[in-house]
C-alpha cells in the first residue's frame, strides 16, 4: 500500500493555477490581479510600526537578482522565479517537495501614506526584507480669514 501524503493547500494552489490558466486569455491586467500564473507563493510577514512598514518574505533558494520588487500608488508587488535545479535520475526513488518556478504576492499598503522613494531592501538566508517609511503627516494649517470692508 502506497502512502500518500495529504495536503489540503496543494487542492487550492492547483485551483488557482486552473483558473489562471483558463483566464489568461483575458490579458495581462487579469493575470496580475487576484489570479496569478504564479506556481508558488512566499510566505510574508506584513507589520505596520509607527513610522513605517516592514515586510519580511521567505524566499529560500532565489538569488536576489532574480526578485523584482515594485511600489507604486500604495501597491507594493513582489515577484521572481526560483530556477529548477539540473537533476539526473538513477535507479531507484525519487521525490521532490522543494517549490520552483515563479512566485508572486501583492500588498495595498493603506492609503497613500507609503514613501516609494525611500524602500530599503535586504536579503539575508532566503528571507527579503522591506522597510518601507511612510510620508510624513501632513499637519493642520491654520487659515487666517479676512474681513472685506
Partial sequence: MAIIRYEP??????????????????????????LSNAEWMPAVD?????????????IPGVKPEDIEVNLEAGILTIKGEKKSESKTEKEGYTRVER??????????????????????????????????PKHEAEKPKRITISTEE
Fill in 9 to 34: 493547500l496543494g487542492l487550492l494552489s492547483q485551483l488557482q493555477k486552473e483558473l489562471a490558466h483558463s483566464f489568461s486569455h483575458f490579458g495581462n491586467e487579469f493575470s496580475e490581479g487576484l
Fill in 46 to 58: 506584513v507589520k505596520e510600526e509607527g513610522n513605517q512598514f516592514v515586510i519580511h518574505a521567505d
Fill in 99 to 132: 517549490t520552483q518556478g515563479s512566485f508572486y504576492r501583492r500588498f495595498s499598503l493603506p492609503g497613500a501614506s507609503a514613501d516609494s522613494e525611500a524602500v530599503v531592501a535586504k536579503f539575508k538566508n532566503g528571507v527579503l526584507e522591506l522597510t518601507i
